[in-house]
């Protein structure tokens, strides 16, 4: 029955990765791609109120699942 008060991102992984995954979602939000999934859930995340780094960080991780399965389906 915790709630916490002040959540931070978490600093897990290797910092290079994190940063280019952030600037990736730095690019996406300067393109505007309408067709892009990760970018429709980017301004889906911050339309409902979350903060713009929790929303970069929510695509990031939708990105990796959908490029594991990707790559995965390559390889089945």
């Known amino acids: 029955q915790f709630e916490s008060q002040n959540r931070h991102i978490s600093k897990r992984g290797a910092p290079s990765l994190r940063k280019a995954c952030y600037e990736v979602m ?9 067709d892009d999934p990760v970018y429709l859930f980017m301004i889906k ?3 409902e109120g ?4 929790v929303a ?3 695509a990031i991780n939708k990105f990796l699942r959908i490029y594991y399965a990707r790559v995965m389906e390559l390889y089945k």
């Not at 979350?50 to 780094?53: E, Y």
């Open 56 to 58: 970069k960080m929510a």
């Open 45 to 47: 995340k911050e339309e």
């Open 26 to 34: 730095q690019c996406l939000k300067m393109h505007k791609p309408q």
């Open 50 to 53: 979350k903060p713009l780094n």
